[in-house]
Every structure is written in structure tokens, then in C-alpha cells.
């Protein structure tokens, strides 16, 4: 019997201590705009290097998540999930014919975040900082391949097309699993927070050996605190 107690206290403990610590404060509804990008080139296996200048990838994310408050702390615990694309633009040269390929991979990942949050200032108005980590899983990816002319060919092709469409999580193409750090900081007010939030991924992405590529991201964020349903 007296095992059985200290295994339920071992089981149970840290439970309610963290219990005892956090207290459930709001959920949050959160969306924004990103610019999403992966670094360095030179994973790309881009033709010409230097590559040609390229702008970062515009995507849309948002995703629900809950506020779990320190005790007698302006600190908070925000766990959640969210829908949180990836991808980048790129224009390089296709080795066999020497003509210019344009890219655009579309990555569609599931994130879990976890963030520290700190809030700080008056009753309606206040500083909002926070820092944390990601774990992501890649549901969907594409990679659009297209060129003036039709230079792509597949087995399965009897003619040569101008544009190809490829799986981006293909085994010689990009990893599904990523993860990586979040930070985040702008204000607060009569529970809307808004500001810049910065992504920096430390999975490597790519699955070709000697040619690593990771994640990064910067965008605008609005999230709205609410009680419950």
C-alpha cells in the first residue's frame, strides 16, 4: 500500500504544484501577416552564386491558444497551436539548359508554441514581450517550378512542360519536422495585443546532405484576450 501512495504522490505531485503555481487567465484567438524566407542560398544549390536578389514570402497564419498566469507575477505561460505556413520565393538557372527557373515553395505547417509572456504598464495600456519555442510538422508542401520555355521533363512526360509541380517533403527535398524559437514584442490594450513577432528556426530543413537550410520568419501580429465560450 505504501508503494502505491508514493507512486500517486510522484505521479500527482508536480501536477498540482504546477497547479498551485499557474492559474488559467484567458484564451487567446491570435492571427497576423508573415515574411517567410529559408537561409542561407547556398542550401538551395542556387546557379549563379551569388544568387540574385529575392524578396521574403508573404503568408497568413493563426491559431487559439491559452494564457496560464504566475502567481502574484506580471509574467504568463501561453501554450497553443497554430496554423503557420513556411516557404520562399527564388529565381536561379536550371544547370542542363541554362535558362532562368522561377520557384515558389508553399510549406503548410501545424505549430505547437510555447511562450513566456511578460506584460507590463498601466490598467488598460501595457508593454507586451515575449519569448519562447516551436515544435512544427509540415501537413502539406509544393514546390512550383516555372520557366519561359518548356525545359521540365518527367518519365511520365511525352513532352516537355514550362512549368513542374513537385512535392516538397520528398526525400531528397525538405524535412517536415521543424522547430525553433519565437520572440515577440509590441503593447497591449483592453486585451488586444498587438505588435512584430520574429521566427528563427534551428531544424535544418533540407534532407541533401552538405546543403543546410533553416527557417526564418518576421511578420505583424493581433490577438484578442477573451474569458471562454
Do not use: C
Given at each position: 500500500?505504501?508503494?502505491?501512495?508514493?507512486?500517486?504522490?510522484?505521479?500527482?505531485?508536480?501536477?498540482?504544484?504546477a497547479?498551485?503555481?499557474?492559474?488559467?487567465?484567458?484564451?487567446?484567438?491570435?492571427?497576423?501577416?508573415?515574411?517567410?524566407?529559408?537561409?542561407?542560398?547556398?542550401?538551395?544549390?542556387v546557379?549563379?552564386?551569388?544568387?540574385?536578389?529575392?524578396?521574403?514570402?508573404?503568408?497568413?497564419?493563426?491559431?487559439?491558444?491559452?494564457?496560464?498566469?504566475?502567481?502574484?507575477?506580471?509574467?504568463?505561460?501561453?501554450?497553443?497551436?497554430?496554423?503557420?505556413?513556411?516557404g520562399?520565393?527564388?529565381?536561379?538557372?536550371?544547370l542542363?539548359?541554362?535558362?532562368?527557373?522561377?520557384?515558389?515553395?508553399?510549406?503548410?505547417?501545424?505549430?505547437?508554441?510555447?511562450?513566456?509572456?511578460?506584460?507590463?504598464?498601466?490598467?488598460?495600456?501595457?508593454?507586451?514581450?515575449?519569448?519562447?519555442?516551436?515544435?512544427?510538422?509540415?501537413?502539406?508542401?509544393?514546390?512550383?517550378q516555372?520557366?519561359?520555355?518548356a525545359?521540365?521533363?518527367?518519365?511520365?512526360?511525352?513532352?516537355?512542360r514550362?512549368?513542374?509541380?513537385l512535392?516538397?517533403?520528398?526525400?531528397?527535398s525538405?524535412?517536415?519536422?521543424?522547430?525553433?524559437?519565437?520572440?515577440?514584442?509590441?503593447f497591449?490594450?483592453?486585451?488586444?495585443?498587438?505588435?512584430?513577432?520574429?521566427?528563427?528556426?534551428?531544424?535544418?530543413?533540407?534532407?541533401?546532405?552538405?546543403?543546410?537550410?533553416?527557417?526564418?520568419?518576421?511578420?505583424?501580429?493581433?490577438?484578442?484576450?477573451?474569458?471562454?465560450?
Open positions: 500500500m505504501s508503494l502505491r501512495l508514493l507512486a500517486f504522490a510522484l505521479l500527482l505531485g508536480p501536477a498540482a504544484a497547479q498551485g503555481f499557474l492559474k488559467f487567465e484567458k484564451r487567446i484567438f491570435k492571427m497576423g501577416v508573415n515574411f517567410v524566407d529559408v537561409t542561407p542560398t547556398t542550401g538551395l544549390g546557379v549563379p552564386y551569388p544568387p540574385l536578389p529575392r524578396p521574403p514570402k508573404p503568408t497568413f497564419n493563426l491559431g487559439f491558444a491559452a494564457d496560464f498566469r504566475l502567481m502574484r507575477s506580471p509574467l504568463a505561460l501561453r501554450i497553443g497551436g497554430q496554423y503557420q505556413p513556411r520562399y520565393w527564388l529565381t536561379t538557372t536550371q542542363r539548359t541554362g535558362k532562368s527557373v522561377r520557384v515558389n515553395a508553399s510549406l503548410h505547417y501545424l505549430d505547437l508554441p510555447v511562450d513566456l509572456v511578460l506584460t507590463l504598464g498601466g490598467e488598460r495600456t501595457k508593454l507586451y514581450v515575449s519569448a519562447g519555442g516551436y515544435v512544427g510538422y509540415g501537413l502539406y508542401g509544393r514546390r512550383v516555372r520557366a519561359d520555355s525545359i521540365f521533363r518527367t518519365s511520365a512526360d511525352t513532352v516537355a514550362s512549368t513542374q509541380r512535392n516538397a517533403f520528398a526525400s531528397n525538405l524535412n517536415r519536422l521543424d522547430y525553433g524559437l519565437n520572440f515577440a514584442i509590441g497591449e490594450r483592453n486585451d488586444f495585443q498587438f505588435g512584430v513577432t520574429y521566427g528563427h528556426g534551428l531544424a535544418n530543413a533540407s534532407n541533401v546532405p552538405r546543403q543546410p537550410l533553416y527557417h526564418r520568419s518576421l511578420g505583424l501580429f493581433l490577438a484578442y484576450r477573451f474569458d471562454g465560450m
